[in-house]
C-alpha cells in the first residue's frame, strides 16, 4: 500500500522517540515506520525472555558445577586414601620379600621331608605356608590398590574436565543473560516518562485479557482450592517473600528468580525439587491444567522457560524478570505450557 506524501507528518513524538530508542539499543538502522508501544512492548518481552532462557540454563550449569566439585572433592580424597593404602602395601611387600629371602625360599613340603622332627617340621611347614599366602595376599591386594588408584586417577582427571567445560558454560550463559537484560533495560531506559507508564497500563491490559480469555474457557471450574499440607507450606513461604526483587539466578533468601522461588518454597515445606524450570517440567508429575491445586506449580511457554506456584482462585505467585518482584499474578497472563505437583 503507497503512502500519502504527507504521512511522515503524522508521527507524535512519542512514536519518534520510541524508534529512536529501540533503533539505539538494538544499533539496527532506522526503520522507515515508526515504533509503536506494542512493538516496544514485544521486543522486550523477547529479550526478556531470552534473558530468562539463558539465566535457567545458567542455573542447570551451576548445579552441574557445584555437583561436580563435591564429586571431585570426594575423588581427591578417595585416591588420597588409596596412595596411603599403596604405601603401606608396598611397605608390607617389601618386608615379606625379605624375610623369604632370609629363609632361603625353601618350600613348606622340602621342609617337611628334611626334617629331623616330624612335628617341628609341621610346625615349621603350617608357618611357611601361611608366610607364603599372607605374601601373596600382600602382592594381590598391592596390585588390586594400584588398579584403584589408576581408576580414581582416571576417574578425578575426568571430572575435572567436565568441571572446567561446565564452568565455562556457566561463564557463557552468565554474558548472555546480561547482554540481554543490558539491551531492555537500555530500551527502557530511554523511555519518556509519560510512554513508561502508558507501557505498564498496555502490559496489564494485555495481562486481563489473556487471564478473561483463560478463564472464559471454564479451566477453573474443575480447579482446585485446596492444596496439601506440603503446598500450602509452599504457597505460605511464597507469600512471605513476595516483594523481595528479582534477581537473575538467584535463591534466596534475599532475592529470587522464578525457579529460584518455586523449588525454595518446596524446599521450605520439606520437599527438594529440581532447581530449573526445565527440569520441575521434565522431572515432577504433571497434571492436567483443570485439575490444580494450590502449591501446584505451572510451567509457561512452550520451551519451559518460565514458572511460578498456583495459590488458588485463578492467581499464581512468581518472580516475574529483572526490575520487578515477587508478585502475585493472574495465572494465565502468560502462555501455560501445563501443570505439575511436587508432592503427588
Not at 511522515?8 to 512514536?15: D, F, S
Request: net charge neutral.
Amino acid at each position: 500500500m503507497r503512502r500519502s506524501p504527507g504521512a511522515h507528518g503524522h508521527r507524535t513524538a512519542a512514536a519518534v522517540t520510541l524508534a529512536l530508542a529501540l533503533t539505539a539499543a538494538l544499533h539496527q538502522p532506522a526503520s522507515a515506520e515508526p515504533a509503536t508501544l506494542p512493538e516496544v512492548r514485544a521486543e522486550l518481552d523477547r529479550l526478556y525472555h531470552d534473558a530468562e532462557v539463558a539465566t535457567e540454563k545458567y542455573n542447570a550449569a551451576e548445579v552441574k558445577v557445584t555437583r561436580q566439585k563435591k564429586r571431585l572433592g570426594t575423588l581427591r580424597a578417595q585416591v588420597a586414601a588409596t596412595e596411603k593404602k599403596l604405601n603401606r602395601l608396598t611397605a608390607l611387600a617389601g618386608a615379606a620379600a625379605r624375610s623369604q629371602y632370609r629363609g632361603g625360599g625353601v618350600p613348606a613340603e622340602v621342609q617337611f621331608v628334611l626334617g629331623g622332627d616330624p612335628e617341628h617340621a609341621l610346625d615349621n611347614a603350617s608357618l611357611a605356608r601361611q608366610a607364603h599366602l599372607g605374601t601373596n595376599r600382600v602382592i594381590e591386594a598391592l596390585t588390586g590398590t594400584e588398579e584403584e588408584l589408576r581408576t580414581r586417577g582416571e576417574e578425578a582427571a575426568e571430572e575435572l574436565k567436565r568441571l572446567r567445560r561446565n564452568r565455562s558454560s556457566l561463564d557463557s550463559h552468565r554474558r548472555t543473560v546480561q547482554a540481554r537484560i543490558d539491551t531492555a533495560e537500555r530500551i527502557e531506559s530511554r523511555l519518556e516518562e509519560k510512554q513508561r507508564r502508558e507501557l505498564a497500563a498496555l502490559e496489564r491490559r494485555n495481562a486481563e485479557e489473556a487471564q478473561a480469555d483463560w478463564v472464559e474457557t471454564g479451566v477453573l471450574d474443575t480447579a482446585g482450592t485446596e492444596g496439601s499440607g506440603a503446598g500450602r507450606e509452599a504457597v505460605a513461604f511464597a507469600r512471605r517473600e513476595l516483594g523481595k526483587p528479582y534477581v537473575w539466578g538467584a535463591e534466596g533468601p534475599d532475592s529470587y528468580d522464578c525457579s529460584g522461588l518455586t523449588s525454595q518454597a518446596w524446599l521450605k515445606a520439606g520437599v527438594a525439587i529440581p532447581r530449573t524450570s526445565q527440569e520441575q517440567w521434565r522431572l515432577l508429575h504433571r497434571v492436567p491444567v483443570a485439575d490444580m491445586r494450590p502449591g501446584d506449580l505451572i510451567i509457561y511457554n512452550a520451551d519451559a522457560s518460565h514458572v511460578s506456584l498456583y495459590i488458588g482462585d485463578g492467581r499464581m505467585i512468581h518472580a516475574p524478570r529483572p526490575g520487578r518482584y515477587v508478585t502475585v499474578a493472574p495465572a494465565g497472563s502468560m502462555e501455560i505450557l501445563g501443570v505439575v505437583r511436587p508432592d503427588a
